[in-house]
């Protein structure tokens, strides 16, 4: 079949992606956005970033990479039209096959901007179960007809914005997260040293990582976690990684509970496998979630779980086989997990702990979830008649 100029030009950049987000810091949307743009590129496709907000992390690993960077400009709260205007120069200049958004105010600007500058195939890419109040869902249904299709990173997410009618069920796809299972991974010598450098000696000892936000539900786990340390008969520590707004209050709340020499507050870290491996279980208290790209690794280093019953937990955490569901914002119910799984024989435990990595390699390794990104990026090229190109 003879090829016109137009679609020869479409073959040639077949393969150049914009992603567009609301930022770029170490939270988990942004993890898996970095994830995906280095193995794409890897593979061989032409990838550049625009952040709305002025980023904050992995511009040394995107740019290693020889992935662009483009800072709009914007700052947090405070609307701006000039980054429409940035990102529209971008794309028009780039010219790429696929604009992939993520996270709401990326895919309400990408959808805008799509007025304006052409974009062949536009992707969103919702990251939590809710993305905020009955303002945005309006924006969601009002810009729909501007994006070709809608993905979520949770089952529980893709059900709920077609219930809303957010999008219809034929633009939803339900792609989740993924994470580098060789990386995350049991290592007993690592879990020697890591253990012996915090001085944890025998102690039971939980890890829950997440941001200090309300998001994550400290309190209840602070609550829950007071109970376990009053009716345990071993000793017990709770190691918690992450920073955020809610520093101070989690502090002081580990003061009043009389915890402060069982919990530590350990900030962000760059060292996750080796904490992952020096705990005993891990615990999710989330009050609602999107996929818990935290507790992937933790079931990828075959760490028992407790963790709530909300967003894409369930499809990570299987119930009584790889840990225990509890319901949100219940310590009780909280504390009696936690106890539970405590007490269960250590081959019990670890039992469930291989269960749970088995179950994370089989459906969530980061290359399978890129080979899914590939599949649906060329379904939705053919689609517009665009041809494939070779790898």
């Known amino acids: 079949m003879a090829v016109g100029r137009g679609t020869a030009c479409l073959c040639a950049t077949m393969r150049r992606l914009l992603f567009v987000t609301t930022g770029l810091s170490?939270?988990?949307?942004e993890t898996q956005l970095v994830r995906l743009a280095v193995r794409l590129r890897q593979r061989g496709w032409q990838i550049e970033v625009a952040s709305m907000l002025p980023p904050v992390a992995y511009m040394d690993v995107l740019e290693g990479q020889g992935i662009t960077v483009h800072n709009l400009r914007m700052q947090r709260k405070i609307p701006d039209p000039r980054a429409l205007i940035r990102l529209a120069a971008i794309v028009r200049r780039l010219r790429p096959s696929i604009v992939h958004a993520y996270m709401v105010h990326a895919n309400l600007l990408a959808r805008v901007?799509?007025?304006?500058?052409?974009?062949?195939?536009l992707i969103s890419s919702a990251r939590n179960l809710t993305e905020g109040g009955l303002a945005r869902e309006w924006a969601y249904r009002l810009t729909d007809p501007l994006t070709d299709l809608t993905t979520q990173?949770?089952?529980?997410?893709?059900?709920?914005?077609?219930?809303?009618?957010?999008?219809?069920?034929?633009?939803?796809v339900y792609i989740p997260n993924g994470i580098e299972t060789a990386r995350f991974?049991?290592?007993?010598?690592?879990?020697?040293?890591?253990?012996?450098?915090?001085?944890?000696?025998?102690?039971f000892t939980w890890l829950t990582i997440g941001r200090l936000?309300?998001?994550k539900d400290y309190p209840t786990l602070l609550q829950a976690f007071a109970q376990v340390v009053r009716r345990s008969d071993k000793p017990v520590q709770l190691l918690i990684v992450g920073q955020g707004t809610l520093r101070e209050a989690v502090e002081q709340q580990i003061q009043h509970l009389g915890l402060h020499s069982q919990v530590r507050l350990l900030g962000a870290r760059a060292d996750t496998p080796a904490l992952l491996n020096a705990a005993d279980a891990f615990v999710l208290a989330s009050a609602w979630e999107g996929m818990s790209n935290a507790l992937l690794e933790a079931a990828s280093t075959a760490l028992p779980i407790v963790a709530t019953d909300v967003g894409g937990n369930s499809e990570i955490v299987i119930h009584e086989q790889t840990g225990y569901l509890t319901p949100p914002r219940q310590p009780d119910a909280l504390t009696t997990a936690m106890l539970r799984l405590m007490e269960l024989p250590e081959t019990e435990r670890l039992a469930f702990g291989h269960a749970?990595?088995?179950?994370v390699v089989a459906n969530f390794d980061i290359e399978r979830i890129v080979d899914r990104w590939e599949q649906l990026y060329n379904q939705l090229l053919e689609q517009k008649g665009f041809t494939s190109s070779p790898k």
Request: glycine share 8%; aromatic share 4%.
């Open 213 to 215: 936000e309300p998001q």
């Open 113 to 121: 901007c799509r007025l304006i500058s052409p974009m062949p195939v």
């Open 356 to 359: 749970g990595r088995a179950h």
């Open 185 to 203: 991974a049991p290592q007993p010598d690592m879990r020697a040293r890591t253990r012996a450098a915090l001085e944890l000696g025998d102690a």
């Open 26 to 29: 170490y939270g988990g949307a």
């Open 153 to 172: 990173v949770c089952r529980a997410g893709a059900e709920r914005y077609i219930q809303r009618r957010l999008t219809p069920a034929h633009k939803m």
